[in-house]
């Protein structure tokens, strides 16, 4: 296995200007991660010009490229779900140009009210397959990851998977995020961890509901517990239990970790790649 990193760890140091992508990637090489994966590119940077330069900034860092990810929402109805569904598209045409062979992409975040899950995955599995169809001229395996709501479980995801059933889709597991919707992260990694194309490793402190809690430097699972982001090893996640199911599995791809807690990133993303080490 491969140690990576997300560049969304970075993200408080992106958004104040401490750092740009550029600085990200020499960081994380100086770090001592193999790879970083980058979330999709906004704006001004959402264009292949852009994409040609980061991939010339990790080779010239010695870093690979392992996944590329972006959100999405294939809820959308009619030119509205055509727009999105092109938009996807352009992000694909990037992770080529990046050259990495791996892409994740969100289906929605929340189900609307009064629509079911089964409902939802009737609406999208055509689009999730035309998706898929693109991706595999390039080369580029497509997933989806535990990450939004209305896809985050594990049985969830695996309906999804047995539904779309194209050779080119695939799943991304986050150890954490099952969190988010109150599963239990070693029974959920156990039932997927044959399915998984791509991980990644995250922790969180636990704490159980209370009435009257204040939502502070949180996030707030679907159960309504609350889940505060720390490094990997220091929380409530078992990571290093998760990553022996996929290595049992056969799993021998990328790991990456994805930090999410309040202390500086770069302290946290040191300890938790030593951590991390001694498993992969």
């Known amino acids: 296995m491969k140690i990576g990193v997300s560049s969304y760890s970075f993200i408080k140091y992106l958004s104040d200007g401490r750092m740009n992508l550029k600085d990200v990637i020499k960081k994380a090489r100086e770090i001592g ?22 991939k010339d900034e990790a080779k010239n ?51 609307p009210r009064f629509v079911s899950f089964e409902m939802a995955l009737e609406k999208v599995v055509d689009s999730m397959r035309e998706i898929a169809d693109y991706a595999k001229e390039k080369g580029i395996m497509t997933m989806i990851e535990n990450h939004g709501r209305a896809f985050q ?23 954490g995020n099952f969190a988010c919707v109150d599963e239990d992260s070693v029974k959920s990694v156990s039932r997927l961890a044959n399915l998984a194309s791509h991980v990644h490793v995250k922790d969180f402190i636990i704490k159980p509901f209370e009435i009257g809690q204040k939502e502070d430097d949180c996030f707030v699972t679907r159960g309504g517990n609350r889940l505060y982001g720390t490094t990997p090893g220091d929380g409530d996640i078992k990571s290093v239990q998760c990553i022996e199911i996929l290595k049992k599995a056969g799993y021998d791809g990328y790991i990456d970790i994805e930090y999410e807690g309040s202390q500086d990133c770069i302290v946290a993303l040191e300890k938790a790649l030593k951590y991390i080490k001694t498993v992969c």
């Not at 994966?37 to 040609?52: H, P, T, V």
């Not at 080529?96 to 969100?106: I, P, V």
Request: aromatic residues 12%; glycine residues 6%; proline residues 0%.
């Open 153 to 175: 479980d594990a049985y969830r995801m695996e309906k999804v998977y047995n539904r779309v059933n194209h050779e080119n889709f695939s799943l991304l597991v986050d150890i």
């Open 61 to 111: 860092n010695n870093i690979e490229i392992s996944a590329y990810v972006t959100g999405a929402n294939l809820l959308k109805e009619g030119d509205e779900l055509s727009e999105e569904i092109k938009t996807i598209k352009k992000h694909i045409d990037i992770a080529e140009t990046l050259g990495t062979k791996l892409f994740r992409y969100d289906v929605a975040g929340q189900l």
């Open 33 to 54: 991660f193999d790879a970083i994966e980058f979330i999709g590119f906004e704006d001004e940077n959402f264009s292949l010009e852009f994409a040609r330069e980061i």
